[in-house]
């Protein structure tokens, strides 16, 4: 494990969780850490309230990390690298987290199964203290669905945007601008924003009625993410094994802008669209399989996905584009794997190939992280630190509610080959003796 691994923390929840998401860096914790904020959900058996956990995460830098602390950790145990910061009621399960991007230090949307969408200041909502159970009060609630959307989730990362996107069990696809409401909830607790600002200081009661509502899919909506940078352009999928692509500008009265029926053979779970080449998209269904589409070549003859790949035993829940290097992405499921995958290793010549070609692994497979014992229900890349991963599962065989783990690929697995001989042959004598 030391030589797959730069580092791996494992951290044993109290109570399961569906979510999990970095939040801001937070600076240098010593010469050899970074601090992070990261988010993760409790959903309790009612003898708690279920709640939103902000904690610290202590992410070694690098190279850094001893091959001994890695192999070592142990799985029923805490972790010193995560530290609880503050602890917010929330009205049932949290299964969604998502930042507002132009607001990523302090505001998050959140999915439970109701119909409603929660949007929460951070820093200005009361902290809970173990026995003083109150009622959560949101920021504000947006409203528009009919039936409950308790997966469906995605905000816009467009310079100072606030929509937001939601499906849910009615089939619709709902959209929202809270951008003005947002400004407003975010400077409230700012620096000079006057007395009566800061922790406490909640504005709960406020709603948002949607922008507007599309119609297209026929069964519920499993997933939904905004093409980067952009507040108009989105795509969906869901039960109905549908991938469907909208545009909000008013043309086709909310009705889909390209539709890809059929997408998999059974419901498809998550997607997400690349940041680094605007024009692919990838899925992941409840047959296992994961594909990648080209945005350009979805309709006409001969129209399919560009890639597809098969490594899963079981439906998978989460996908997503590496945030920096293109053409790699991740996918985990409920086979407990977290998958790495490399576009450029489907066609061969990188480092997949290469592993493919020494292990038999399929084809585009890059690294394969089987840390997590069950279900791996999201996980997300740092956007800082960009070949580290945060991954949580809802394994309770440690006696907890489940795992969260932080860990980093090992750089010469994904490095290009000619690069990695040259380092490894300054090292060639210690690597065959041990020897210096």
């Not at 409790?42 to 690098?62: C, F, I, M, W």
């Not at 199964?113 to 026995?131: I, N, R």
């Not at 409203?143 to 939601?166: E, R, V, Y």
């Not at 309770?396 to 490095?415: F, P």
């Amino acid at each position: 494990m030391p030589y797959l691994y730069d580092w791996l923390a494992n951290h044993n929840l109290v109570w399961p969780t569906q979510c999990c998401r970095w939040g801001p860096p937070l600076g240098a914790a010593g010469d050899c850490k970074q601090a992070h904020r990261v988010y993760v959900s409790e959903q309790t058996d009612g003898s708690e309230p279920n709640k939103l956990v902000v904690a610290r995460a202590d992410v070694v830098r690098p190279r850094v990390a001893a091959a001994e602390s890695i192999a070592s950790f142990r799985e029923v145990d805490g972790s010193p690298f995560v530290q609880p910061l503050k602890t917010i009621l929330h009205p049932g399960e949290v299964n969604k987290i998502r930042e507002l991007p132009a607001y990523s230090d302090r505001l998050l949307a959140t999915h439970t199964d109701a119909p409603d969408v929660f949007l929460w200041d951070v820093e200005a909502q009361p902290a809970y203290t173990k026995g003083s159970w109150a009622e959560p009060t949101p920021d504000l609630v947006l409203k528009g669905h009919t039936d409950i959307a308790p997966f469906a989730l995605g905000a816009s990362s467009a310079p100072g945007s606030g929509c937001l996107a939601s499906g849910g069990r009615d089939a619709l696809v709902v959209v929202w601008d809270a951008g003005d409401l947002a400004s407003s909830l975010a400077g409230r607790a700012a620096p000079g924003a006057g007395e009566g600002a800061g922790a406490g200081a909640t504005g709960g009661g406020q709603t948002l009625e949607a922008r507007c509502k599309l119609t297209g899919h026929e069964a519920q909506v499993e997933d939904v993410v905004f093409k980067p940078g952009c507040d108009h352009e989105l795509a969906s999928v869901g039960d109905d094994r549908a991938l469907l692509f909208w545009d909000t500008r008013g043309r086709g009265g909310g009705k889909p802008a390209v539709s890809v029926p059929g997408a998999h053979g059974d419901d498809v779970q998550c997607l997400d669209w690349a940041a680094s080449d605007p024009h692919l998209v990838v899925t992941g269904s409840a047959d296992s399989s994961v594909h990648v589409w080209d945005t350009r070549k979805l309709g006409g003859a001969g129209a399919g996905a560009l890639h597809e790949f098969q490594g899963h035993r079981g439906s998978v829940l989460r996908v997503q584009w590496h945030p920096l290097q293109p053409g790699v992405f991740a996918s985990g499921g409920e086979d407990a794997l977290l998958n790495v995958w490399d576009l450029g290793g489907a066609a061969g010549g990188s480092a997949s190939s290469r592993i493919q070609e020494y292990h038999g692994a399929p084809p585009g497979l890059l690294f394969q992280h089987c840390g997590h014992r069950d279900n791996i229900v999201d996980f997300q890349w740092n956007q800082s630190d960009p070949w580290t991963l945060l991954s949580v599962s809802d394994d309770t065989s440690a006696g907890g509610g489940g795992a969260l783990q932080m860990w980093r690929i090992n750089d010469l697995i994904y490095r290009p080959q000619d690069e990695v001989l040259a380092e490894l042959e300054q090292y060639k004598d210690f690597i065959l003796t041990g020897k210096d």
